[in-house]
């Protein structure tokens, strides 16, 4: 796992010292978000952008980073994937440009909370410490501007507690970039066709998972956890299927991932929580992106009902 870090802080012109500082290419962009007149959010939670692979959707995040400020931003957890770099590097200029925006956020005033997942679980030797800013935390605990206190979690430690999920993780995790690159491929074709966007992984993994009811054990097994520790509610991702429900009078809330569904969490200035889908186009058509949001009560998840991940989560 050291080697993971060291070998992303010797990226040299790019490394963490580098990106801490001002890139003088950046500006203009930068200070047009300064003036930005995209709606601020309290708190904005995401996770599972998976950088270092060819699935993350970089550009629509950086969209949607530049159209949302925040007073604080909590990073969920596999945000830059060690596994995947560490077999094969893969870090183009989109990647780095989300890095630096992290940062520049953080310089910017907002709090900035990294809590690290399992595929960048070579931040966890980091955890007490920041860099640029950016506080590196096991685990946070978040109060909403009405006053309630969320637990903030990635979510991989109850894969242990969770059947199979361990073996089935190894098992699927080249099945998983396989139909990632179908994926591509195939929306290439649909693009070309006028089609909109489809996730055909998403949608394998929604059928293969029902079955195991995978997602229904995590979300009840975090949920339970946030509880007996007094928690109101839980803020986690991990399992890429966006939610926000309540579960036995706790508060359940995952925001999602950029790989596949491009969803965040949001709190808006009263704490009110919303789970916001980033629907703009994968990159080409800046500015043309619009909010699907998602129904209040929390009782559906996402409208596109896909997103169950567990294979690679
Ligand atoms: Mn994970």
């Known amino acids: 796992m050291r080697s993971a870090f060291d070998a992303f802080s010797s990226l040299g012109g790019a490394g963490f010292g580098a990106l801490n500082t001002d890139a003088p290419g950046d500006e203009a962009g930068d200070e047009a978000e300064d003036h930005a007149t995209g709606r601020r959010f309290r708190t904005i939670f995401i996770s599972d952008l998976h950088l270092g692979t060819p ?7 950086l969209d949607f980073l530049k159209a949302h400020p925040s007073d604080n931003l909590y990073l969920v957890g596999d945000i830059v994937d060690g596994w995947q770099l560490r077999r094969k590097w893969y870090w183009p200029q989109s990647h780095n440009d989300v890095v630096q925006k992290l940062l520049r956020r953080a310089r910017k005033g907002c709090r900035v909370v990294f809590v690290p997942g399992n595929h960048d679980e070579f931040a966890r030797e980091f955890i007490g410490h920041e860099f640029g800013g950016i506080e590196v935390m096991d685990e946070a605990v978040h109060t909403t501007a009405d006053g309630r206190r969320l637990w903030v979690i990635h979510g991989d430690y109850f894969d242990g507690v969770i059947q199979c999920a361990k073996w089935l993780a190894y098992l699927g995790d080249n099945l998983y970039e ?3 690159k179908l994926n591509r491929y195939l929306n290439h074709w649909r693009g ?4 909109p966007y489809w996730s055909l992984s998403a949608y394998l993994k929604h059928k293969v998972k029902k079955a195991l009811n995978y997602v229904t054990d995590f979300e009840v097994a975090v949920a339970t956890e946030a509880h007996k520790r007094g928690h109101h509610g839980v803020v986690c991702g991990h399992i890429h299927r966006a939610e926000m429900r309540e579960i036995n009078g706790t508060l359940y809330c995952n925001d999602g991932d950029w790989v596949e569904s491009r969803t965040a969490l949001v709190e808006h200035f009263d704490g009110r929580l919303e789970l916001i889908h980033w629907a703009a186009g994968q990159g080409s058509d800046h500015g043309t992106g619009h909010l699907n949001q998602n129904n209040h009560d929390g009782r559906k998840s996402a409208e596109r009902g896909h997103m169950e991940s567990m294979v690679n989560a």
Do not use: E, I, Y
């Not at 070309?192 to 089609?195: I, P, Y």
């Open 192 to 195: 070309r066709m006028g089609l």
């Open 178 to 180: 396989f139909t990632l």
């Open 55 to 61: 699935g993350c959707q970089a550009v629509a995040l």
